[in-house]
């Protein structure tokens, strides 16, 4: 198994612009986080999924911000419109909720200019 | 609510001293608490978890329910240390990173 697989690697965008970023989890894991890295305050959960399904979305900072999972392999997380203050890495995460060890994708760090 | 608080955003030490990294929680039930560290443009991953107590590259990390505390401790630190350190908790599948430490350790 590859791991989380996440892509872009990068991306840089214009401020206003639509910025879609994908995550691939751990075939077998059921449960999904997205995670957004910033010097200032580190590691914020933005939302999890459990079983597909959004449980806690508190962290999503606007309602710029919005997760999908539509199937138990694939979700996104899109940003519409990006602003200069998006910019960091963000991280997907998955796990399997009976053995708690989170597996994390190398990121997304996105540039909005 | 669920909260970890790292008090410390940067430490840095020299070889061969001992290092703690300091961790505290705040939670209502009995929390699963964790170290993840991330090394230099690599993922991060998982270091050590409190229900497995065992040491990990030397570090080790005792829960302490009373000072709502789990702190990370090496003897003696070592260059390839040098990472960010992320303390976690975990409660109802949740989990919930501290602001994180850059370690620094110097020859």
């Known amino acids: 198994d590859a791991g989380v697989i996440q892509s872009p690697r990068h991306e840089v965008t214009e401020m206003g612009q639509e910025v879609t970023l994908r995550c691939k989890p751990i075939s077998g894991h059921n449960s999904l986080f997205w995670y957004r890295q910033t010097m200032m305050r580190g590691l914020e959960l933005l939302i999890y999924?459990?079983?597909?399904?959004?449980?806690?979305d508190s962290g999503m900072p606007e309602d710029r911000f919005s997760a999908k999972m539509p199937n138990a392999s694939f979700s996104t997380l899109k940003i519409q419109p990006s602003e200069p203050r998006d910019s960091a890495v963000y991280f997907c995460?998955?796990?399997?909720?009976?053995?708690?060890?989170?597996?994390f994708g190398q990121g997304t760090r996105l540039t909005v200019v | 609510a669920q909260r970890v608080t790292q008090p410390e955003k940067l430490l840095s030490v020299f070889k061969g001293a001992p290092v703690e990294l300091k961790c505290n929680y705040s939670y209502s039930g009995s929390p699963e608490l964790f170290w993840y560290v991330q090394y230099s443009r690599q993922r991060l991953q998982l270091l050590l978890r409190?229900?497995s107590r065992e040491s990990i590259k030397g570090f080790t990390a005792d829960l302490n329910k009373g000072e709502t505390s789990f702190h990370l401790k090496k003897p003696f630190a070592q260059e390839e240390d040098s990472a960010m350190y992320y303390c976690a908790l975990r409660a109802d599948y949740k989990l919930s990173f501290g602001a994180g430490t850059t370690v620094t350790v110097r020859a």
């Open positions: 995460a998955s796990s399997f909720e009976d053995t708690a060890e989170a597996f």
């Open positions: 999924f459990n079983n597909n399904v959004p449980i806690d």
């Open positions: 409190h229900i």
